[in-house]
């Protein structure tokens, strides 16, 4: 049997009870420090100028009303086609996950200086509660193609 004994004084105690809650506290608020925030900054897409502008900065040249607008509801949960297209977000920035469960609208534009390819190509652009959240660029039809809307130049 092995027997320890010590004297604290009341210093002694206040200053290792500092310490100890100072250790506990640094530890519980590791992994706070620790994660980064990967949030985006928002993107405004409320108005027809604003999503044009956003397309703009991208490097797109559009006409400038869109073609086709149309609601729809995210489903609650990202199954196919929803998860691979989810990729393509995730790849240029965008998180469709968030918005599961929502209405979103997309909005569709014509494209004008796509590369070696005149007519034909599009853009969309995917808005939730007047911010953008997602787009594509695609070509519709035979030899058709999507592809990310910010790294497809």
């Known amino acids: 049997m092995f027997i320890w004994s010590t004297r604290l004084s009341k210093k002694k105690l206040v200053v290792g009870s500092v310490l100890i809650i100072g ?8 992994p706070a420090l620790l994660e ?39 489903p609650e949960k990202l199954e196919e086609p929803y998860a691979s297209y989810n990729e393509l977000q995730l790849s240029q920035g965008f998180d469709l996950r968030p918005y599961c469960g929502r209405q979103l609208a ?11 390819r005149p007519e034909g190509v599009q853009a969309n652009l995917y ?10 660029v ?12 910010i790294s497809a130049q």
Do not use: H, M
């Not at 999503?51 to 006409?63: D, I, K, N, P």
């Not at 695609?138 to 809307?149: D, S, T």
């Open 23 to 30: 250790v506990l506290a640094a530890v519980l608020s590791l």
């Open 36 to 74: 980064k925030d990967e949030t985006p900054a928002p993107l405004p897409g409320e108005t027809n100028a604003q999503r044009v502008e956003y397309l703009r900065t991208c490097g797109w040249e559009v006409v400038e009303e869109p073609v086709e607008t149309f609601q729809f509801l995210l």
């Open 106 to 116: 997309r909005y569709t534009y014509t494209l004008t200086n796509y590369p070696d």
């Open 127 to 136: 808005v939730c509660d007047g911010q953008i959240v997602g787009g594509d």
């Open 138 to 149: 695609f070509c519709p039809g035979a030899g058709g193609f999507q592809e990310a809307l």
